[in-house]
């Protein structure tokens, strides 16, 4: 099995041998990793996240699309086909959300042993003000017929994964496709797209991970079978081995990450706190409803203290933590652990799978208090 960014041409023996373990990483990841950022956790200090520290991560090469040539086709089981460019989409009446997205393989390089692809730790998170138009209204405009079971979502973004051609592309089920809150984005801050994020138009999946959001949309077809892409059928799928065809990676699970207090160690990242009481904050966020709760450990997680939670700025993004904490001298271990209206609790360890899939076990950082 494999996943965003592999070279696509290991056989069985090289798909194997890319389950790697421990502190070390191959020019390959390194590659990815200097391709594809994630948000300083500093930054979770902000409620919608500044230009340029939103995580970003793109399979294959970035397109760099002219505005004025793109367009945008709407086809396939619809009553009446619509090709759209540029400023009839901002003719159209724009909603706008603000939205936290986190890559699916987010926490991939904390599973032992891992897949070798985009080795996040916990940073692929960000969160955007998005404006655009409803999909729901090309939908409905387009007529989609009572034969379409599925939306799927093209970008020209093309390339070689697990050996196979193809270009970016997911679908999702009719049902959801029509949900009111799902975008077709051509701002991002009060900004056009930038480059990287999806210029000129993606679609934007409020509480998925991130690869249901497909960026630089150049094609919505609707679909009289479940669509069987890589992206869809390989990818993105919570498996326990070769032979498994796993379960679809979908919502976000429910997860919550600290802005890391003091200051830092340069290589280690361990944390210099000044002993006393200090505030620590934090992010918090699910797929499945809002946070309902945030649980902080200064001690590795022999004790717990319930944090403050502050209600997100929209339904789809994250809530704000803050907690106090009595920094004595010594080293600890800090965690944070969020709870979210499901009744889904961040795990303590996470739930192992190829792909690197939906990690969000706890994460934990190193302080030493002076
Ligand atoms: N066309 C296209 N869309 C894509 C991708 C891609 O590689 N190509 N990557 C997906 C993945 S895996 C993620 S996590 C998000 C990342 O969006 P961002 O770069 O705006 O943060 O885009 C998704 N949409
Ligand atoms: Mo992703």
Redesign the pocket.
Known sequence: MTD?GDSGDETATGAARRLVSGDHFSRSEVRLALR?HGLPLEALACPVTPPGL???????DI?LLDPAAWRLELDGLVARPLTLDLPTLLARPAVEQVVT?????NGRMLMEPHTVSQPWAEE?V?T?RWRGVPLASLLEEAGVGPEAVEIVF????AGVQGGERQ????SLPLAIARQPDILLAYA?NGQPLPP???APL??VVPGW?????????VAITAVAQPFQGYQQLRS?RYTQDAADPGEPVTLARVRSLMIPPGVPDFLARTRFVQAGEIEIHGRAWSGAGPIVRVDFSGDGGVSWQEAAVSPPESPYAWSSWGVRWRARPGRYTLLSRATDAAGRRQPLEASWNVQGMGNNAVQRVEAVVE
Not at 154 to 157: K, L, N, Q, R, T
Not at 209 to 217: E, F, I, Q, R, T
């Open positions: 965003e594809n939103h995580y970003t991560l793109s399979h294959f397109p997205l986190e890559c699916a393989g692929a960000g955007a093209s970008g020209p973004d270009v970016f592309r997911r991002m990287q994020h999806g993606r679609l991970y991130g690869m249901a959001s497909v960026k630089w949309l993105y």
